[in-house]
C-alpha cells in the first residue's frame, strides 16, 4: 500500500502589502485615534461606524466586469452573485449611509469615522494594501462656511497629535477656479480636459517647463522615453502657466494672480470669491497664513472634487532610504464633493470633508522622535515559589487596584535569571521579588530594571551610589515605592 503523502505545512508569512502590527504601535495608534477623535468630537462632529464590505454598486468607483471587478477593490461575488467589495475609503460608505438613513440623521450631517480601508493596488516602499483612515464630513451645508471650518479642524488636529506649527501648512485651492483656466483656454472636449488634469498633476515633478512641454508636444522623460503631449498650441496653454504660478507672498496677491489667470471665466471668478471668503473666515477665527494659506499647487485630486479641496503637508525635513534631505509632505487631504450622495437619490447634496492617513502622521512623529522613544512595560512580580502564586496574585491585583501596570511572570519559575531577562523584554520598568526570606520578614524586594540598564551600560556603581537600583519596602508600602519609582522616568 502506497504511503499517504503529509499535507505540507502553510507557509507563515504576512501576505504580500500587508503587516502585522504589535504592541507599541498598536498602542500609538489608538492614543492617535484617540486624541483626534477628541478634535473631532469638539467641533460637534459625530462618531460613525459602518460596514467595512459594501456592493461594489455602491462603492461606486469600480464596477464588476466579466470575471471580477476592475483592480483596484478586493471584491467577490456573494451566494445571490453579488458583488461585493471590502472598502477602499471612508468617504463612499458615508454617501450609501446618508442616503438610506437621511430621513433619520440631521441637516447638515456631521460625522467622523476611523478605521481600515483596502486597496488592491501594487504595494511598495511604506506603502500598503491595508492602510487606516481618520475622516471628518458635513454632508447638506452648501456654504464654503463648512470648507473653512473643516481646514481649522484640520489644523488644530494636527497640532494636538504633537506636530507644532511651523511643521505644517494646510494649503487650499478650489476645482471651479481650474475649471475657469480651462475656459479661458478653449478646452471643453471631456477626455483633453482629463489629460490637462493629469499634466498640471505632474508639476511638482517636471515644473513649468515641463508642464509646458506636456501640453505642448509632449517631452522625453528622464529615462530617455518619449511622452506625448496633449497638443495645445502654445498660447493656450497660458492660462495653466499663469494658474501654476499665482502663489503669491500672502493670500490677497494670490487671489488677484487667480483673477487674472480665469480670465472672463464666471465659475472661474465664483471659485476664487470661495477663496476669497474661505481666507476671511479662518483669518477670523485666528488662523493666520502661517497655518493655512491659498495654493494653487494643490491639484490632486480635482478630477473627484467639485469645489474647495485642501490638503495638509509637513514641511520638515527627513532623510529617505539613501539619506538624501526631503520633506515629509502630505499627510490630509480632502475638498468638497457634491455630486457623490446624487448617485444614490438623484438630487444634488452638497459635502464637504478631510481624510488623514493616520499611519503616515504616526510615521512622521518617529520622525520627529515626538513618539516611539519611552515605551513602558508592566511591572513584573517574579515567582520565587511555585507554590505561593495566591500570593504574588493578590500583589499584582493591587497594583492594577491602584491603577498601574502589573503581571505576574507565567513561565516556568524554575530559573530566576529567565524571569528577568522576559522582564527586560518586556521593556518593564520595575521587578517585584519575593522570596521565602522576605515574605518570613513581610518585606519585598523591588528592581528599579530601568536604573539598573543605565548602571550596567552607561556609568559606573560610584557615579550612582546615592541612587540604588532595589530597595527592600515593607510588603504593606509596595504600591506607594512601585510608584514613586515609575513617577521619576514619567
Known sequence: MAKQKKSPRPKAATPKGFRDYFGAEVTERAEMLQTIAGVYHQYGFDALESSGVETVEALGKFLPDVDRPNEGVFAWQDEDDQWMALRYDLTAPLARVYAQHRNDLPLPYRRYAMGPVWRNEKPGPGRYRQFYQCDADTVGAGSVAADAEICAMLSDTLEKVGIPRGDYVVRVNNRKVLNGVLEAMGVSDEAQAADVLRTIDKFDKVGESGVRELLGKGRLDASGAYIDGVGLAEAQAEPVIAFLTSKGASNAETLVNLKAAIGESAVGAEGVAELQEIAALLDAQGYGEDRIVIDPSVVRGLGYYTGPVFEAELTFEILDEKGRKRQFGSVAGGGRYDDLVKRFTGQAVPATGVSIGVDRLLAALREKGRIGSNVQGPVVVTVMDKDRMADYQAMVAELRSAGLRAEVYLGNPKNFGNQLKYADKRASPVAVIEGGDEHEK???????????????????????????????????????????ILDLYQ
Open 442 to 484: 513581610g518585606v519585598v524586594q523591588i528592581k528599579d530594571l530601568i536604573l539598573g540598564a543605565k548602571i550596567a551600560e552607561e556609568a559606573s556603581l560610584e557615579e550612582w551610589k546615592d541612587r540604588p537600583s532595589q530597595y527592600e519596602v515593607p510588603r504593606g508600602d509596595l504600591v506607594t515605592k512601585v510608584r514613586e
